[in-house]
């Protein structure tokens, strides 16, 4: 069993930027890679970015691509996703996601435990 719980969304400015967090209990953190997806209103979940257990190997949407950021720290069991440069159409609500295989998915069936998501807001 793997629980994960997401901290740092908010409201920010079009340009702005937010990091996200989510911190991992339950199993070995390390054991396992990690996905950042996020859902809009009225819109399908969508892959952002996702992180193989090392940390070694990532892999973004096209939408995020030299935006955002995804980064691991296994000492403290937390995934982070560092956003910059933020637009209006990054508004959502951002879920990070465990995926016991250890692979580097982007489908969201590929991932085994869900957090309860954190709210970004981005104004225009």
């Known amino acids: 069993q793997v629980q994960l719980v997401e901290s740092g969304g908010g409201l920010v400015q079009a340009g702005g930027a937010l990091r996200l967090s989510c911190a991992a209990s339950?199993?070995?953190?390390?054991?396992?890679?990690m996905g950042w997806f996020r859902q809009a209103p009225g819109k399908e979940r969508e892959f952002v970015a996702a992180i193989s257990w090392s940390g070694v190997t990532t892999f973004y949407a096209d939408s995020v691509l030299d935006r955002f950021t995804i980064s691991r720290d296994n000492a403290k069991n937390t995934v982070y996703l560092q956003m910059n440069s933020l637009k209006p159409e990054d508004t959502a609500v951002y879920y990070c996601?465990?995926?016991?295989?250890?692979?580097?998915?982007?489908?969201?069936?590929?991932?085994?435990?869900w957090g309860q998501g954190t709210q970004v807001t981005v104004s225009s």
């Open positions: 996601a465990a995926d016991l295989r250890g692979g580097v998915n982007t489908a969201g069936t590929m991932y085994d435990y």
């Open positions: 339950g199993r070995t953190f390390s054991g396992y890679s």
